[in-house]
T-cell receptor
Framework: DAGVIQSPRHEVTEMGQEVTLRCKPI?????LFWYRQTMMRGLELLIY????????DSGMPEDRFSAKMPNASFSTLKIQPSEPRDSAVYFC?????????????FGQGTRLTVV | AQSVTQPDIHITVSEGASLELRCNYS??????LFWYVQSPGQGLQLLLK??????LVQGIKGFEAEFKRSQSSFNLRKPSVHWSDAAEYFC??????????FGAGTTVTVRA
């Protein structure tokens, strides 16, 4: 299996622009997570999907952030409009729920820089 | 509420020396515990996990961790570090729900 695939790996954008981050989870994994990693705040859970349905989005910082999972093999995280303080590494992770407590498997992340 | 504390922000060890990374957790029920490693520019890779049973668990890359319920700890160890072990290490705790809580991480530097 190719693992969790994220694109792009790096994104540089200007303040005010829309940014879309993409994630393909591991086939068969029915739970998907979006995390944000910064030096100041460490790893923060933004949103969690189970069977394509958002279960907990309490970590989404504000309305500028939105996430979708139209099918089991694809998810997006969108920031509109982007701000410099959104600069961070964004990770997508997936895990198979229903097989006990399985660990989450992470993608390589998208490093976002907003200038 | 669940939480993880990694008391050491940065550890420097000599190549060939032993390594121990500390992790203390807070969880209201039986915890599920994980150690992940993150190399620069990479995602988090699972090193090992503890769900139940033997409190000493073996992982990849020669790492092991010991669960001590009385101390709420899950420390990671390696008998002899290699230069390639230089990375950031994260301890995480979860339960029967979906949420994983991560510690702030410990950065390991290996000197020749």
């Amino acid at each position: 299996d190719a693992g969790v695939i994220q694109s792009p790996r790096h994104e540089v954008t200007e303040m005010g622009q829309e940014v879309t981050l993409r994630c393909k989870p591991i086939s068969g994994h029915n739970s998907l997570f979006w995390y944000r990693q910064t030096m100041m705040r460490g790893l923060e859970l933004l949103i969690y999907f189970n069977n394509n349905v958002p279960i907990d989005d309490s970590g989404m910082p504000e309305d500028r952030f939105s996430a979708k999972m139209p099918n089991a093999s694809f998810s997006t995280l969108k920031i509109q409009p982007s701000e410099p303080r959104d600069s961070a590494v964004y990770f997508c992770a997936s895990r198979p729920v229903g097989q006990g407590v399985a660990p989450a498997f992470f993608g390589q992340g998208t490093r976002l820089t907003v200038v | 509420a669940q939480s993880v504390t990694q008391p050491d922000i940065h550890i420097t060890v000599s190549e060939g020396a032993s390594l121990e990374l500390r992790c203390n957790y807070s969880y209201g029920a039986t915890p599920y515990l994980f150690w992940y490693v993150q190399s620069p520019g990479q995602g988090l890779q699972l090193l090992l996990k503890y769900f139940s049973g033997d409190t000493l668990v073996q992982g990849i890359k020669g790492f092991e961790a010991e669960f001590k319920r009385s101390q709420s700890s899950f420390n990671l160890r390696k008998p002899s570090v290699h230069w390639s072990d230089a990375a950031e290490y994260f301890c995480a705790v979860g339960g029967d729900d979906y949420k994983l809580s991560f510690g702030a991480g410990t950065t390991v530097t290996v000197r020749a």
